[in-house]
């Protein structure tokens, strides 16, 4: 049984091809962490060819259309892995989880490959950042005590 795993390099690989899959990406879902409003992220893939032939991956249809990448088209050889680099900007929204998809279109048949990218959504900013936006009382330059973050942020 491990000359199975051997040949298409992991566990995970291995039953992707066995369920017909062409292309394994890793990680299976990119978990981003906590994101403010207006941010905007690079993260990536790296996609493994899992079959005895290249593949192309011509374009991306993403469930957010906050997502873009210049990585494209690609040929993936067989057996090779190759990274995919995004850049998402999040829009404002409810604080809480979320998460969007980027099914890749690839040049031959087989089944989707989706890609799964997740978040938190803040509602603020995080420890050691300003408040965005930055209000700033019309006399600022006149006042003459100094306010740390901290004092601010409070």
């Not at 066995?18 to 990536?44: A, D, H, S």
């Not at 050889?77 to 604080?95: H, I, M, Q």
């Amino acid at each position: 049984m491990s000359w199975i795993v051997t040949r298409f390099g992991s566990w995970n690989a291995t039953v992707t091809r066995f369920r017909g899959e062409i292309l394994v990406p890793n990680p299976p879902v990119y978990g981003l962490g906590l994101i403010q409003p207006g941010t905007e992220k690079e993260f990536g893939f790296e996609i493994q060819n899992i079959t005895d032939s290249s593949v192309e991956i011509v374009g991306v249809d993403a469930s957010c259309s906050c997502v873009t990448t210049t990585s494209l088209p690609m040929t993936i050889a067989p057996g090779e892995r190759k990274p995919l680099a995004f850049r998402a900007t999040f829009p404002a929204s409810d604080p809480g989880r979320k998460s969007f998809s980027i099914m890749l279109l690839v040049n031959r048949a087989g089944p989707m490959v989706v890609l799964k990218v997740e978040w938190e959504q803040t509602s603020e900013a995080m420890p050691g950042e300003l408040p965005h936006p930055v209000a700033m009382p019309s006399n600022a330059h006149s006042q003459t005590r100094k306010e740390t973050l901290s004092e601010i942020l409070q």
